[in-house]
């Protein structure tokens, strides 16, 4: 089935809310894998609470899983302070839905990386888009071609091609739509030109970027 795009509606309430009330104590600078980890980030312990650890609330960064940082499930490969924007990858999509031994069995991904994220990261439209099918039957030539897919390592009716960028999807999903499949969207980060469908598993194995909105300095009040 497309994916689908839920309508998102804002409410404004006339209440003065405390900041600060949303961070937490401030962190020193730590070493993570080969990454330090500074503000507004903060490295969460494997007890932490939203009462004693560090770190602006959304911001904490887990370390304990094989000495390696995650935020969210996805793993963060780079840090750009100076740009708010952060190279992540999602492993989940390389060690369970292309393990072809795996117990669920070798698949193309099934649910969008937007699903993973909240505020205040987003996907930055220097993002390239990856596009995977799950479908019911073989596809006909002539739908591959124009489409510019190929197999997934999986095979059984499984494809991947390139789509445009992230920014340029709002709107369009069903551009990618083709009946009998399940459609899913993987965002990736290329360094030159167009991304190479045939490079998926390098791809998604390099990661994408998110940005962020910088927190308000601790006890500032806002309306």
């Not at 330090?36 to 904490?60: H, K, L, W, Y």
């Not at 390389?94 to 699903?115: E, V």
């Not at 987003?122 to 197999?151: E, H, W």
């Not at 709107?171 to 190479?196: M, Q, R, W």
Request: charged share 15%.
């Amino acid at each position: 089935m497309a994916p689908s795009c839920l309508p998102v509606f804002l409410v404004l309430v006339p209440v003065v809310m405390l900041v600060a009330a949303g961070q937490g104590k401030d962190c020193s600078p730590m070493v993570c894998g080969n990454l330090t980890i500074s503000s507004p980030f903060g490295v969460a312990s494997e007890e932490a609470t939203e009462t004693n650890d560090c770190g602006v609330r959304g911001f904490q960064v887990s370390c304990y899983v094989n000495n390696m940082p995650y935020l969210q499930r996805l793993q963060i490969l780079n840090i750009f302070y100076d740009k708010a924007s952060l190279l992540v990858a999602d492993p989940y999509k390389l060690r369970n839905d292309f393990n072809t031994s795996g117990y669920d069995g070798c698949h193309a991904p099934m649910f969008n990386n937007s699903t993973k994220l909240g505020n205040p990261f987003s996907i930055s439209p220097d993002n390239q888009n990856l596009i995977f099918y799950n479908c019911t039957k073989p596809l006909a030539d002539g739908v591959r071609q124009n489409g510019g897919l190929m197999d997934t390592i999986c095979r059984k009716n499984t494809y991947v091609g390139v789509g445009g960028r992230y920014n340029d999807l709002s709107g369009h999903y069903s551009d990618y739509f083709l009946e009998g499949c399940n459609t899913t969207i993987a965002p990736v980060l290329v360094k030159s030109g167009k991304a190479n469908a045939s490079n998926y598993m390098e791809l998604l194995s390099d990661g994408f970027l998110l940005t962020w909105q910088q927190p308000p300095p601790a006890g500032k009040l806002t309306l």
